[in-house]
């Protein structure tokens, strides 16, 4: 029996041999040429069976459809989707892109690849998946990569998600979503979020989110091991839920915004604004922030063992009604705290060589500075500079400043006992 020998070069990406009477897992991209197949031998998707042997399809929608569990669907050339189609994952099949790109282009609300509202265990791997020329995207509709069930778990491993066009790269409703690569391109109008977080059980981890205009979002549920950020808006809206390690970043706005939730060891940066911002109903627990441009730190509630770190303002700022314990501010331009509220077991230290680089500053009447120390870089400078204003100042050290308090007058009038032991007031 003759073999038959065919040469395939599709665009510049393959260029290989095929025996167009053996297709095999050795050699499954010997029939990317035709398209047209399904369920045959020809098409751009293949699923192997024991043997090796593919059977091809010429949709992804198709090849889901025929997969049965434990089989995975490849990719064998760039694909772009012009039908208006919605295409649903099923859960124990895999999706291997083989290094190509699967784009959704049409003018509709569907989204590239979802869940469809049911449970799906599912890794991608490899490759790109791309949503373009969304009629009209929100940050719910014509989605690239949509999870929504409570019972599913999406893996993404060596991922790209580009949303464009005003699309809203991915939005987890319900289920767990795993790894990934996410890139909102341009400033169409349309999604207000690059990536959104938004369910009582949602969990994203392990997600890069980088946004040309928009800002990623957390709306209940939980984001973890995360970077996330933005040249156009906020890097991250923590809103409500929890976040843990996360990392925002921003040329626009605030590197991480908070709202009325917790923040644990996460960093916030902004060239431009504060690096984090919170609310009056707020809580930080170990976060970092750094700006270029404002304070490091604005915290109105609750702030412990947090850093906040500026080069052009203080290093952080607290509300009239917080409370800080164990953290550091820091500045290399100004005073390093604009301290008001109860302040407690936290270091100002100011390296601007300035009678204005005070340790800490902006008191007001009965604030409490408890067990604190400054250090500044210039003797003129004040460890406590309150020259208007009696806060309860006790239990302060410092360095580098010839006077340590200039206040009006301190509020402390009790003395400590024979142990060492004071009430404040």
Partial sequence: MSTEIKRILTGNEWDGIRNANSPSAANPFATIADTGGSGGRTG???????????????????????????????????????????????????????????????????????????GARVTIFNGTLKRTGSSAPTAVLGVCLKV????????????????????????????????????????????????????ATSIADNVHVHADNLFSR???????????????????????????????????????????????NSTGRSTVQLGISTGTASELYNCSGYSSANAGISTLNYAENCVGSS?????????????????TARSTSLSAFFSRGRIVKSSGISTYNDPTGHGFTGIENNDEIVDCYAEVANASAYGVDAPTTSPYVTGFTGRGMTQLLNLLSNAQSNTEDNFGNILIG
């Fill in 311 to 327: 080069t052009a303002l203080y290093g952080m700022t607290t509300g009239s009604n917080s409370k800080t314990y164990n953290c």
């Fill in 44 to 118: 751009v998707f293949g699923i192997a069976d024991a043997t090796g042997a593919y059977t091809y399809y010429s949709s992804l929608g198709a090849a889901i459809a025929a997969a049965t569990v434990g089989e995975t669907i490849q990719l064998f050339t760039n694909y772009t989707e012009t039908n208006s189609v919605s295409v649903f994952m099923k859960s124990g099949v895999n999706i291997n892109l083989n290094g190509h790109t699967y784009e959704y282009a049409t003018a509709d609300i569907n989204d590239t690849l979802s869940d469809g509202g049911v």
């Fill in 218 to 264: 957390l709306d209940l549920g939980k984001l973890s091991n995360s970077y996330f950020r933005s040249d156009g808006s906020y890097g991250i809206y923590v809103n409500t839920g929890e976040a843990y390690n996360i990392t925002g970043y921003s040329t626009a706005n605030f590197g991480i915004l908070v709202g009325t939730t917790k923040l644990f």
């Fill in 148 to 199: 929504s069930n409570s019972s599913s778990q999406i893996t993404l491993q060596g991922v790209t998600v580009i949303a464009e066009d005003g699309s809203n790269t991915c939005i987890v409703q319900a289920g767990k979503l795993s790894g990934g690569y996410y890139r909102q391109i341009g400033t169409t109008a349309g999604s207000p979020n690059a990536f959104l977080v938004n369910g």
